[in-house]
T-cell receptor, first 114, second 111 residues
Framework: KNQVEQSPQSLIILEGKNCTLQ??????????LRWYKQDTGRGPVSLTIMTFSENTKSNGRYTATLDADTKQSSLHITASQLSDSASYIC?????????????FGTGTQLKVEL | DSGVTQTPKHLITATGQRVTLRCSPRSGDLSVYWYQQSLDQGLQFLIQ???????AKGNILERFSAQQFPDLHSELNLSSLELGDSALYFC??????????FGPGTRLTVL
């Protein structure tokens, strides 16, 4: 069964600090991996998307890495801000004959405090 | 604002009832996806449509059905509702298999 596991489940950091969120997956065959940010009660917003051949991708203070061999990804947040408080979701897409079947992780709940 | 609209914003109904959730994708997007997010749970992919045709199916119950119309808007029909169906239902759209743009969601409460 395809799975996406994220760690930690929740994280509290001080404003200005960096943090790294982890994502391990067993989805196969792999198509791509995405990180989303979801504010409470709102729809997720895409941060990055990476295919098999990409090792790293940045979006402002967000940098995602992908190791397709070990099936691991990380999301690094630099110089955190209060507005970074949200759930960060790792989503892995499985290559199928028709559309893409997505498997979502349960997310890491990040809280940034003063 | 993602450009994806969903109606209604909130829906309260009783067990055994049937409801219809509506989604209008971003202009030009051919793919529509439906997701369910229960309280404190992750997003569960339900179903994808592409230009009116069902493209991929996830963990969608038989009591649930969806369709995409010629104008590309989509509806998710939930029938014989149970308490456990209470959740946020998100619709997303995309032009390709890359980035999906999510709507604001419909919060369904089954009493």
């Amino acid at each position: 069964k395809n799975q996406v596991e994220q760690s930690p489940q929740s994280l509290i950091i001080l404003e200005g600090k960096n943090c790294t969120l982890q994502c391990n997956y067993t989805v196969s065959p792999f198509s791509n991996l995405r990180w989303y940010k979801q504010d409470t009660g709102r729809g997720p917003v895409s941060l990055t998307i990476m295919t098999f051949s990409e090792n790293t991708k940045s979006n402002g203070r967000y940098t995602a890495t992908l190791d397709a061999d070990t099936k691991q990804s990380s999301l690094h947040i630099t110089a955190s801000q209060l507005s970074d408080s949200a759930s960060y979701i790792c989503v892995v897409s499985e290559k199928t004959g028709g559309g893409n079947k997505l498997t979502f992780g349960t997310g890491t709940q990040l809280k940034v405090e003063l | 604002d993602s450009g994806v609209t969903q109606t209604p914003k909130h829906l309260i109904t009783a067990t055994g009832q049937r409801v219809t959730l509506r989604c209008s994708p971003r202009s030009g997007d051919l793919s529509v996806y439906w997701y369910q997010q229960s309280l404190d749970q992750g997003l569960q992919f339900l179903i994808q449509y592409y230009n009116g045709e069902e493209r991929a199916k996830g963990n969608i119950l038989e009591r649930f059905s969806a369709q995409q119309f010629p104008d590309l808007h989509s509806e998710l029909n939930l029938s014989s509702l149970e308490l456990g169906d209470s959740a946020l239902y998100f619709c997303a759209s995309s032009t390709s298999t890359d980035t999906q743009y999510f709507g604001p969601g419909t919060r369904l409460t089954v009493l």
